[in-house]
């Protein structure tokens, strides 16, 4: 007969197996919602691959940190006040290049996170079914055996050393 304790456990490990396969499906939604993004951001991004947004960037900090840090005359602060303008409305053209390339970087970090989860709970899943295959033959074992009438284990039965005499003889 199965004992209690290796009941128990094939439960535990069939609830832990369901846990398992419920995060997987919820990782799976998660990874086609980010290959559909990522899909959508690709087009946008390859025709848009010979914009640099950090020249601008770069040049806007520039200007600001001369202004900041250096005295000039009104006139040549108001020319760097106005190519500062200027910086800062083409920089704004190009924003959007910038942020979809970011989002881009970032959605595919996330797939590559999702597919190593995934891959560390498959490993998990097959560990718990390895051992849940081993208990489920133990127990066809064991039902086999009784139905052909043998005990496995201990026998209550004492014998006594007349008993093995004559079982000899």
Do not use: C, W
Not at 32 to 53: H, I, N, S
Not at 111 to 134: A, C, F, G, M, Y
Request: net charge positive; glycine share 2%; charged share 45%.
């Amino acid at each position: 007969m199965i004992s209690e304790e290796s009941r128990e456990e094939i439960k535990k490990l069939e609830d832990r197996k369901l846990v398992l396969i419920q995060s997987i499906k919820k990782l799976n939604d998660r990874k086609k919602y980010k290959t559909y993004e990522q899909k959508a951001l690709g087009p946008f991004v390859e025709k848009t691959k010979d914009v640099r947004t950090g020249n601008i960037r770069r040049g806007i900090k520039s200007v600001e940190f001369r202004i900041a840090t250096q005295a000039y005359t009104p006139k040549k602060e108001k020319d760097l006040i106005k190519e500062l303008k200027k910086l800062e409305s083409d920089y704004s053209k190009v924003r959007e290049v910038e942020r979809a390339r970011r989002k881009l970087s970032l959605v595919s970090s996330d797939l590559i996170q999702i597919d190593n989860e995934i891959l560390k709970i498959e490993e998990e899943l097959k560990k718990i079914r390895e051992t849940l295959q081993e208990h489920y033959k133990k127990q066809k074992f064991n039902r086999f055996a009784k139905s052909k009438g043998v005990t496995i284990g201990r026998q209550e039965e004492e014998f006594s050393l007349m008993d093995l005499a004559q079982l000899e003889n």
